[in-house]
């Protein structure tokens, strides 16, 4: 398995419930992303960086890839290689014809691979926009199998003439999220958690929160979240002291309390392809108000577990939040059917792993 999500050892609970559950049934091997002070490498596990300097990690990382990719594969020969990402799996690619092994290389689609550098980072990013795309397209047809997530991510892969071998979600840990659901609070609250990108709308989550704070005397918002647009936030807690607070990071727990102490969660993405965060509020019996873009329209059904709005449109975003924060009756309603609809999205380690054997084993 191979990515670039970045991984702390020892693994948390819930992640390591997923490896000890894909353990049971196949020999694995992870290359990942490190973080600051993680060991580099376990049984399962070889981490790279993060590398110095920081502002070269991403390319370091990719350059790298090949090699590393070419030195497993010669180490450790597999039935399959599971890839996650369109770009990631051209570098493993390249990695693969260097140790010239037949080993398949399934390709893991979570979401839209063009946003990576259109709407992730710093602007800059934005002049790989075509090469980024031409190697993410090449390496979507030269895979030997493609999983998708979601009915969106199917859509977007068989635009370009691929059908996926299996449809499946990626495991959830879910648990934190599970117990009985608390009555939401009684003063009107907005949620956001996810990364501050521009990917993620945060610029139009700032300006739609400045017409809510102005019309519903008592309405605040929590931010839960770290990136690049951090100065967004910044500006907006500065301006709406009271009305705007900010956290970096929470634990799963941490989420699950901030889900209990809001009316709803608030996704304003301009690209997404699921966005687990809405599962999880869904658990908690929060509704949303979200885009209608990418994997959120395959969770949130418009005026049943929330209200669905136009991408990079902060007016019809604030009008949905003072639809649904004004009006309790509306948001109970809503909450009851992001609760009826949770169940779907919820599934074991267990359940996981047996779809990715099932996956390996149709290709060997």
Not at 6 to 16: E, H, V, W
Not at 110 to 138: C, F, K, Q
Not at 289 to 306: E, K, P, T, Y
Not at 310 to 338: E, F, H, I, Y
């Amino acid at each position: 398995m191979i990515g670039r999500m970045r991984y702390r050892l020892p693994l948390s609970a819930g992640l390591q419930a997923k490896f000890d559950a894909l353990g049971r049934r196949l020999d694995l091997r992870v290359l990942g992303s490190g973080v600051e002070g993680s060991p580099r490498r376990d049984p399962t596990f070889e981490l790279a960086g993060p590398y110095r300097p920081r502002f070269l990690d991403g390319a370091l990382y990719f350059l790298g890839l090949p090699l590393r990719t070419r030195r497993e594969l010669r180490r450790n020969p597999p039935d399959a290689v599971l890839v996650q990402g369109a770009h990631e799996a051209w570098f493993v690619l390249l990695g693969r014809a260097l140790a010239r092994s037949r080993a398949p290389v399934i390709l893991d689609v979570h979401g839209d691979w063009a946003s990576s550098t259109r709407l992730y980072g710093s602007p800059a990013r934005r002049l790989l926009n075509p090469v980024a795309d031409r190697i993410a397209v090449s390496a979507l047809r030269r895979s030997d199998a493609v999983r998708t997530i979601s009915d969106y991510t199917t859509r977007r892969v068989r635009s370009y003439g691929v059908e996926p071998a299996l449809v499946f979600p990626a495991f959830m840990d879910l648990e934190p999220f599970l117990e009985p659901a608390v009555p939401p609070p009684a003063a009107p609250r907005a949620l956001f958690v996810g990364v501050l990108e521009h990917y993620k709308g945060i610029e139009e989550l700032a300006a739609a929160w400045r017409t809510v704070a102005a019309t519903l005397p008592g309405a605040t918002l929590h931010v839960v979240g770290r990136g690049s647009r951090r100065e967004v936030v910044e500006r907006l807690v500065a301006e709406l002291p009271g009305r705007t607070e900010w956290t970096e990071a929470l634990p799963a727990e941490g989420v699950a309390r901030a889900l209990d102490a809001s009316t709803l969660l608030v996704l304003p993405s301009r690209s997404e392809g699921m966005g687990r965060v809405l599962v999880e509020a869904f658990c908690r019996g929060r509704p949303a108000v979200a885009s209608r873009v990418g994997g959120i329209v395959d969770l949130v059904q418009d005026g049943q577990n929330g209200l669905l709005v136009p991408p990079q449109d902060p007016a019809a975003l604030a009008d949905a939040l003072l639809r649904v924060l004004s009006d309790p009756d509306l948001a109970a309603r809503l909450g009851a059917g992001a609760a009826a609809s949770a169940g779907a999205w919820v599934s074991t380690a267990e359940e996981y792993a047996a779809r990715v054997e099932s996956l390996v084993a149709g290709l060997r």
